[in-house]
């Protein structure tokens, strides 16, 4: 058995202020170059908030879904009522969350690519505490020479929406012409 460090970014809904500093350091730090501007549409973290109803929720961007959920249920915490798509961090075709702003392309939190060790930019700025980050270690099974299933990388990640999209064919039309223009 080999042992795997699992990174989660912990949110309490009760100490967020909705700063906003959150989506402010992610877009910064996905900026191209890093920093040279802040664009929170490109975020990979988004407030969703209610006003009137005082609900404040720090939400990160998760895996790129072909189809909306059918689910529409409602959740009641600490007295509150909250929808399930607002806990829902997946870029589904039902709204335009964590999704490039450019380019209509899926968006993944990436944990800012751990660089420098100083662990995600949204935990380091939030100054209420509300995020959190935590490690913990499982046991996985030895690989016994089978390959394993690795994550898709965020160019395939964006392919694959293409794909989907437009259909393949189209795709690699594009291409074909992209390449022949040099």
Do not use: W
Not at 30 to 39: D, I, L, M, T
Not at 61 to 83: L, P
Not at 101 to 113: H, W
Not at 126 to 137: D, K
């Amino acid at each position: 058995m080999a042992s795997k460090v699992i990174k989660t970014i912990k949110v309490d809904l009760d100490k967020c202020i909705a700063c906003r500093a959150c989506e402010l350091a992610c877009s910064a730090f996905h900026a191209k170059p890093r920093y040279s501007s802040v664009n929170p549409a490109r975020s990979r973290i988004r407030l969703v908030m209610d006003f009137l109803n005082d609900q404040y929720i720090p939400i990160r961007a998760a895996e790129y879904t072909k189809a909306e959920c059918a689910g529409r249920n409602e959740y009641t915490i600490n007295g509150k009522t909250y929808s399930e798509c607002s806990f829902c961090g997946a870029s589904c075709p039902s709204r335009d969350l964590f999704k490039e702003p450019d380019s209509g392309l899926p968006l993944k939190c990436d944990m800012c690519e751990d660089v420098g060790g100083e662990g995600p930019k949204c935990v380091t700025v939030c100054v209420a505490n509300a995020l959190t980050l935590e490690e913990r270690v499982i046991e996985v099974p030895d690989d016994d020479g089978k390959e394993s299933v690795k994550e898709l990388s965020e160019m395939e990640i964006g392919l694959q929406s293409l794909v989907d999209r437009y259909g393949f064919q189209k795709l690699e039309d594009s291409i074909a012409r992209m390449a022949q223009k040099g």
